[in-house]
């Protein structure tokens, strides 16, 4: 798929905390594309392959693109990068790989999966919110459970290695979502 969005805001200025503030663009553009492949090898085991890119011009922090967390219904376009906070990463152009490997907990098992994924990005920051790398690494773990046909509930792990946490890097996050099927 492809994307492409023009933002155009009639009144610009200032947002943000007095002694930080952030500056607002008139005119932003924004384009990025996602290639994706799924396999599955055998009943129950999914194999998914996600490559996604974006580039912007005259961005602003809030039409910039945000990378983070593994939570996939938090937005409609979600660029998932394990082990970060929501959204912890502001980019002006970026690319980002997502792999992950789906399958039964146990043989036969139908209600109860789990998913390994490792993630990798290259970011350009937007100016004033850059990280101490440019290129990022995530892992994560999840388990899904099907309550009833309708209900699924999803809990899981991410380990940034690249995130700056405490003077170091390493972030960890947890992420829980239930699913409910109208």
Do not use: M
């Not at 005259?58 to 945000?66: A, C, G, Q, Y």
């Not at 892992?139 to 046909?149: C, H, N, Q, R």
């Not at 946490?165 to 992420?175: L, M, S």
């Amino acid at each position: 798929s492809a994307w492409y969005e023009a933002t155009y805001r009639t009144n610009t200025g200032t947002f943000g905390l007095p002694e930080r503030p952030e500056h607002l663009e008139s005119l932003t553009q924004r384009a990025w594309g996602r290639l994706a492949g799924v396999y599955t090898p055998t009943e129950g085991h999914t194999v998914e392959l996600l490559a996604t890119a974006g580039l912007s011009r005259d961005v602003d922090l809030l039409s910039s693109f945000r990378l983070g967390s593994a939570l996939p219904f938090r937005s409609e376009f979600p660029l998932i990068l394990h082990g970060y906070f929501v959204e912890e990463v502001f980019a002006t152009r970026f690319w980002l790989v997502n792999a992950s490997y789906r399958f039964p907990a146990w043989p036969g098992a139908r209600g109860v999966r789990l998913r390994i994924s490792g993630d990798i990005a290259g970011v350009d920051y937007v100016a004033g919110h850059q990280l101490p790398r440019k290129y990022l690494r995530g892992v994560g773990a999840d388990v899904s459970i099907a309550i009833t046909p309708r209900i699924t509930v999803v809990c899981g792990y991410g380990y940034g290695f690249d995130a700056p946490r405490n003077g170091g890097f390493g972030g960890h996050e947890a992420h829980a979502l239930i699913e409910w099927k109208f």
